[in-house]
């Protein structure tokens, strides 16, 4: 079946360096997440779009934005890097049909950024 | 605001004996609850998920859950660990309101051959 592809699976920039994360959701998935995790933490969710917009937004940094185009994939943009900003960076996607908030969000293998 | 705890950060356990990963819960209403594993550089896998009738759940790899509403626990349990379980598990949780899922800090799980 079908999974979440994210690319690059690795990426190394330098600090105050531009980097840019791609998510494909699974078909037919119209509902994509961003989710952040450190070393050794849980997952801290950025910000989400339903239908290309956004829908919700979480702890994401003002020098990161995000986007859905019209094939449903997704871009998270991080400018002027930081040294916390190394992590691993999951994208989700989901159906939004059924019962709100029942719905499973499957993720992808996760891009991992060092920020050196 | 819906949160997670996991209150251990490291669980040990003998191949074959039962394993109990806790979870605890705290929603404005009735809680969605989800278990996710972890394996070393991987995505996170869903394995269960509560939303509402028995509160016992049954999941993918022999897992399952028991939601207890009076204590606000969805605790994740296996009746015979494997070695291959060994893996970081994570409790979330949403509101029915379709809120983004928020995470617990993960347990450990190691199991010992």
């Known amino acids: 079946a079908a999974g979440v592809i994210q690319s690059p699976r690795h990426l190394i920039k330098e600090k105050r360096e531009t980097a840019t994360l791609k998510c494909y959701p699974i078909?037919?998935?119209?509902?994509v997440y961003w989710y952040q995790q450190g070393p050794g933490q849980d997952p801290q969710f950025l910000i989400s779009f339903y239908e290309k917009m956004q829908s919700d937004k979480g702890s994401i940094p003002d020098r990161f934005s995000a986007q859905q185009f019209s094939d449903y994939h997704s871009e998270l943009n991080m400018s002027s890097l930081e040294l916390g900003d190394s992590a691993l960076y999951f994208c989700a996607s989901s159906t939004s049909t059924g019962v709100p908030g029942a719905n499973v969000l499957t993720f992808g293998a996760g891009s991992r950024l060092t920020v050196l | 605001a819906q949160s997670v705890a996991q209150p251990e950060d490291q669980v040990n356990v003998a191949e074959g004996n039962p394993l109990t990963v806790k979870c605890t819960y705290s929603v404005s209403g009735n809680p969605y609850l989800f278990w996710y594993v972890q394996y070393p550089n991987r995505g996170l896998q869903f394995l269960l998920k509560y939303i509402t009738g028995d509160n016992l759940v049954k999941g993918s790899y022999g897992f399952e859950a028991e939601f207890n509403k009076s204590q606000t626990s969805f605790h994740l349990k296996k009746p015979s660990a494997l070695v291959s379980d060994s893996a970081l598990y994570f409790c979330?949780?949403?509101?029915?309101?379709?809120?983004?899922?928020?995470f617990g800090k993960g347990t450990r799980l190691s199991v010992i051959a």
């Open positions: 979330a949780v949403r509101d029915m309101a379709d809120t983004p899922l928020v």
């Open positions: 078909p037919r998935h119209d509902t």
